[in-house]
C-alpha cells in the first residue's frame, strides 16, 4: 500500500502495519478513504474466513462482507470506541451474516456443499494430503450440522481467537451463553470427529 512519492505509505507514515486500529478509526470516521483501506486490508481477511465458514456460499459470503464495511463506513462517526475495533467489525459481519440466513429461512433455499479448505498443494505426500482433505471435509460436515449461534461460536473462538467477552459483544448475548455455546460446538464436533483422534 505505498505511494509511489517517497516511499510513504497512504497515510504518510512509514509503516501503516503500526498504526493502531484506534487511530485508523478516528480517521476513517474523518471520511479518510486511506485509512479505511489499511483498516478493510487488516480485517477483510478474517470478517471473510468468519463469514465463509458460515454462509457456505462465496458469493453471498463477498456480499455478506462488503455490505458489513459498507455498514462499518457509514457508522464510523458513531463508533465510541468501547469496544475494539476488531470486535465491531465482527459484530456488524455477524449482524449481517445473521440477516442472510434468516432471508434464506424465509425463501427455503438450500445450502449448497462448501468445499473444502484449499490444501496446500505442494505437498509431498499424496497420501497424507489426501487424508488432511478427508479431514477438512469431515470438520466442515461437523461445523454446518451445528445451529448457527455455536458455530458462530466455535469460530469465532477456535479459528479467530475472540474472548468471550468479545465474542459475547459480537453476537449480543452474555459470556455464560458464550461458554454454554462453545461446549456444546465442541462437544458435537468430538462426537463427529471421533474417527480422526
Not at 127 to 147: H, K, M
Request: proline content about 6%; glycine content about 6%; charged content about 30%.
Amino acid at each position: 500500500m505505498r505511494c509511489l512519492t517517497g516511499g510513504r505509505t497512504l497515510l504518510g507514515m512509514d509503516d501503516d502495519e503500526g498504526v493502531p486500529d484506534e487511530v485508523l478509526a478516528r480517521r476513517a470516521a474523518l471520511l479518510d478513504r486511506a485509512a479505511f483501506r489499511v483498516i478493510v486490508d487488516r480485517h477483510g481477511p478474517a470478517l471473510y474466513r468468519y463469514a465463509r465458514r458460515m454462509l457456505d456460499d462465496p458469493q453471498d459470503t463477498e456480499d455478506c462482507v462488503q455490505e458489513a464495511f459498507a455498514a462499518a463506513w457509514t457508522s464510523l462517526p458513531q463508533f465510541a470506541g468501547r469496544s475494539a475495533l476488531r470486535t465491531w467489525l465482527f459484530a456488524i459481519t455477524a449482524h449481517k451474516v445473521r440477516s442472510l440466513q434468516r432471508r434464506r429461512t424465509r425463501t427455503a433455499l438450500p445450502l449448497p456443499f462448501v468445499p473444502v479448505d484449499e490444501v496446500d498443494r505442494h505437498a509431498i505426500d499424496p497420501e497424507r494430503s489426501a487424508e488432511g482433505t478427508d479431514l477438512l471435509e469431515a470438520l466442515n460436515a461437523a461445523l454446518r450440522e451445528l445451529p448457527p449461534g455455536p458455530r458462530s461460536t466455535w469460530l469465532l473462538r477456535e479459528v479467530e481467537g475472540l474472548s468471550y467477552e468479545q465474542i459475547a459483544e459480537v453476537s449480543g448475548t452474555t459470556t455464560s451463553t458464550v461458554r454454554g455455546q462453545l461446549h456444546r460446538a465442541r462437544g458435537h464436533l468430538i462426537q463427529r470427529m471421533e474417527a480422526w483422534r
